[in-house]
């Protein structure tokens, strides 16, 4: 064991380093206590909680702006909201502070989407690539993914929002508001935003490339961001909410089984 600790180097960075899968043991536990604490002494406290980590997240994005500025890293191809990351910050304003059912549709299924990536962007974070944890901008990226894990199973888990098949048209839209704005900064400024014109380095998004070839790259990836976050989220509901359901249906059918006794 003692050779173990001393064989481990706490200073590396990188995805999956000693500081990477502590802040992820860290935070996944995290999002459960807090989901949890949540659905069992604050049901409806819900669309608070967006609020406030709407707010939070609009705080820290222009920290993040500030802090590469005065460490000199802020460049206009990276410097952008436009990442699929992103998503979480236009998607909580329009489910909490929009009047409207259709925008507030929209944001919540776009937060539903932002489950996957979240997922994505805590597993592969670009920041930690040049960042320790420790960093601002390593805990930026970690927290803020960590955010849009929390929130969109949140409003699952607390029936705030029921997800339905046509909503990922709605979904969508915002979606493909933020490819758009990608695509054009891309063009102007030569940059990835949201991986579209290249792979993030170390991710698995290499895969495309090796199945679909160069040319396809961006086309297949902007597909796949459209539509696949919302419907691998849609079925991962359904099976979970089946489950439950069936559980519930043995329960009662035990019940009812005792009562008669």
């Known amino acids: 064991m003692l050779n173990l600790l001393l064989s481990i180097n706490f200073n590396e960075i990188g995805y999956f ?7 992820l ?27 406030i980590l709407c707010i939070l997240s609009w705080i820290a994005e222009v920290a993040k702006i500030l802090v590469t500025y005065f460490i000199g890293d802020l460049r206009w191809k990276t410097g952008l909201p436009l990442y699929f990351c992103s ?7 329009l489910a909490v502070f929009t009047k409207k059912p259709t925008l507030k ?9 932002g489950v996957i990536a979240g997922f994505f962007g805590i597993l592969f974070p670009p920041a930690l690539k040049q960042y320790p944890v420790y960093h601002f901008l390593g805990m930026h990226t970690l927290l803020f993914h960590a955010i ?17 098949l046509k909503d990922i048209l709605h979904s969508t839209i915002l979606l493909l508001s933020l490819t758009v704005g990608a695509i054009i900064a891309n063009r102007i ?10 792979p993030l380095a170390g991710a698995p998004t290499y895969i495309v490339v090796q199945l679909f070839g160069e ?12 539509f696949l976050p919302f419907l691998i989220m849609f079925g991962l509901y359904k ?18 089984n005792v009562h008669v006794e």
């Not at 400024?189 to 290249?198: E, G, L, R, T, V």
């Not at 979970?240 to 019940?255: G, P, R």
């Open 105 to 113: 549709l929209i944001g919540n299924a776009s937060l539903v989407s």
């Open 25 to 51: 043991f860290i935070l996944f536990v995290l999002i459960a206590v807090m989901l949890n604490i949540t659905n069992r002494f604050f049901p409806h406290s819900t669309v608070l909680q967006l609020k």
């Open 148 to 164: 849009m894990i929390y929130s969109g199973i949140l409003i699952l888990s607390t029936k705030h929002y029921i997800p339905k």
């Open 239 to 256: 099976l979970i909410a089946k489950n439950i359901q069936k559980k519930h249906s043995i329960a009662e059918v035990q019940t009812e």
């Open 215 to 226: 040319n396809l790259y961006s086309a297949v990836v902007i597909l796949g961001q459209l």
């Open 189 to 198: 400024f030569d940059a990835n935003y949201m991986f579209i014109n290249a």
């Open 87 to 93: 998503l979480f910050s236009y998607s909580s304003a």
């Open 17 to 23: 380093s000693f500081q990477h899968l502590t802040a």
